[in-house]
């Protein structure tokens, strides 16, 4: 059984950092590329970052380049998501995933990511 157990997350004011792990378990985790997501009231599901098995590829949505670096460390079956200068329209619930096959490159497209963590609230104060 497939488990993506999120922790981190919480509130800080603007300029503010936070780190959101993901722990992967039930899977060949360094065969799956990996995503975080963010959803907020009225909005699609948005792929914030993601990074490919092997670590060499990376994605970053417009507005988290620059401030939000994705890590993998398949050793320890965890994903990372360090979040710097946070701002309000940073708020959102974010969510990791995983595609729904193995070696495949990254996607924007939430309907190919199989596996989804429970969810984690972030909010950012101005």
């Known amino acids: 059984q497939v488990q993506l157990a999120q922790s981190g997350g919480g509130s800080v004011p603007a300029g503010g950092s936070l780190r959101l792990i993901c722990a992967a378990s039930?899977?060949?985790?360094?065969?799956?590329?990996m995503g975080w997501f963010r959803q907020s009231p009225g909005k699609e599901r948005e792929l914030v970052a993601g990074?490919?098995?092997?670590?060499?590829?990376?994605y970053y949505e417009n507005s988290a380049k620059g401030r939000f670096t994705i890590s993998r460390d398949n050793g320890k079956m965890v994903v990372i998501l360090q979040m710097n200068s946070l701002k309000p329209e940073d708020t959102a619930n974010y969510y990791c995933?995983?595609?729904?096959?193995?070696?495949?490159?990254?996607?924007?497209?939430?309907?190919?990511?199989?596996?989804w963590g429970q969810g984690t609230q972030v909010t950012v104060s101005s």
């Open positions: 995933a995983a595609l729904a096959a193995s070696y495949r490159p990254i996607t924007t497209s939430a309907n190919e990511y199989g596996y």
């Open positions: 039930g899977l060949p985790f360094s065969r799956y590329t």
């Open positions: 990074v490919s098995w092997d670590s060499i590829n990376t």
